[in-house]
């Protein structure tokens, strides 16, 4: 079992910056991928960042030279710096975690609400 809690998220003007983690715990793998995926309110979940074990990292288009993922692998951490963030970037944003060969974990989401 592997438990992951997310933070950072609130309530920030458009163009401002947030920065989430997530730390995981149990029965964690430096194997595992960490990213982070997001809802929006009567939208389906949508990936925005992965960071694989060796560190390569992907992000949605949509968020493309805003938003940066990046890990630390020795405090079990992801992280996702937003950075000019827009009204439509308004979620609750959850962290993930993916092991070859097994189910997903998901964290318990942490709201993110854009607005002026």
């Known amino acids: 079992q592997v438990q992951l809690v997310e933070s950072g998220g609130g309530l920030v003007q458009p163009g401002g910056s947030l920065r989430l983690s997530c730390t995981a715990s149990g029965r964690v793998s430096s194997s595992a991928s960490m990213g982070w995926f997001r809802q929006a309110p009567g939208k389906q979940r949508e990936w925005v960042a992965t960071?694989?074990?060796?560190?390569?990292?992907g992000v949605t288009n949509s968020v493309k030279g805003r938003f940066t993922i990046s890990r630390d692998n020795a405090k079990n951490m992801v992280y996702l710096q937003m950075n000019s963030l827009k009204p439509e970037d308004t979620a609750v944003y959850y962290c993930n975690y993916l092991e070859p060969g097994t189910p997903a974990y998901w964290g318990q989401g942490t709201q993110v609400t854009v607005s002026s």
């Open positions: 960071v694989a074990s060796g560190g390569n990292t």
